[in-house]
């Protein structure tokens, strides 16, 4: 399938191997050497998050190939729009253009409704820095506006005051800053990892404290839960955001589990569950019995069919947006 290919988009997925330490990047490296058995003429654009020095490792491998990284930066939930409305193109290729970058560039431009997208050449090994340091920045956001809620929630004081108080400042801003269980999704657990990982040898505290808050974060709303002593807990869907069935990594997984090894009965309701159970609970088909059998609701977003039973759901959404 690649022969007679210009370019070979690589956007296979890469984890967190936990074994390891560091992502597995075994589908990437796949690609790329039937690629270079196939299409050897072919640009090779890497668009999967990869550890920091991956492309110029595979470029050693691979001397004749063109090989450049090229990350994404979309949005769960707003990917087409996105890619439509991309806030910046990054071609990481070499710090002075050359012609296969313009292309491809080039390329990516002729597929963009938005006007004036800035368009960053730069070498290979800093743009991979750019995807995982961006990523961590939004995890670090993320764990600050939810230690600020811990505070506020075990201190009883209104989390929506002080947080509106710190975000018109606008060096602040009034955006991501939604408290949640946690982060969880596709990107940020494992890229944080990874940056953790990168670090290794280099001086830091920021950064293997991003990935510990969350983890603090966790055990609090579990901690939380506990503490009002319910009997049944119902979970209120396992994706992280609104409109989302992607529950990977979810932040809700971990309490669960938390729950449940306190002996506590766990159900699930979730359209987008076709088993009968999941993570070793019970799955409810309707919603309506899905409240009924359940003492007290976690929602780690709102919606409005919690509304009316809002005496019984414990959440930290407070401003109902992602």
């Known amino acids: ?41 072919a640009a090779i654009i890497i668009k999967s998050t990869v550890p920091i020095g991956f492309t110029v490792r595979m470029r050693r491998a691979y001397p004749a190939l063109s090989i450049i990284f090229s990350p994404e930066f979309l949005r769960e939930g707003q990917a087409l729009y996105d890619n439509l409305y991309p806030s910046r193109i990054i071609i990481g290729d070499a710090l002075e253009a050359g012609d296969v970058a313009k292309t491809f560039a080039a390329l990516l431009l002729q597929g963009v409704r938005k006007k004036d997208v800035s368009v960053l050449y730069m070498p290979p090994t800093e743009a991979e ?24 929630e075990l201190r009883g004081l209104d989390a929506k005051s002080i947080i509106d108080g710190v975000c018109l400042d606008p060096r602040v801003g009034a955006y991501y800053n939604n408290p949640s269980f946690g982060y969880g999704g596709y990107c940020l657990p494992k890229d944080t990892k990874q ?16 990935v510990a808050s969350n983890e603090t974060r966790k055990a609090h709303v579990a901690n939380m839960i506990l ?10 869907k396992l994706a992280m955001k609104a409109n989302s069935d992607n529950a990977r990594s979810s932040a809700i997984l971990n309490i669960i589990e938390r729950l449940k090894e306190a002996g506590i009965d766990v159900i699930i309701f979730d359209p987008a569950i076709q088993e009968q159970t999941m993570s070793g609970c019970q799955v409810a088909q309707d919603f309506c019995s899905f409240q009924e059998r359940a003492d007290l609701i976690i929602a780690n977003r709102i919606s409005d069919e919690l509304k009316p039973y809002s005496n019984k759901v414990y959440t930290r959404d407070i401003f109902q947006d992602n």
């Open 227 to 236: 503490s009002k002593k319910p009997q049944t807990v119902g979970i209120y």
């Open 129 to 152: 820095a750019v995807k995982l340091f961006a990523n961590t920045y939004l995890a670090l956001r993320v764990s600050y506006f939810n230690e600020l809620d811990t505070f506020a």
């Open 195 to 210: 940056m953790m990982a990168n670090y290794q040898g280099i001086p830091n505290n920021i950064i293997k404290a991003i």
């Open 1 to 41: 399938m690649f022969k007679n290919a210009d370019f070979v988009i690589v956007a296979t997925p890469t984890d967190y191997d936990p074994d390891k330490q560091f992502f597995n990047t075994d589908s990437v490296e796949s690609v790329i050497a039937e690629a270079a058995r196939l299409a050897p003429q």
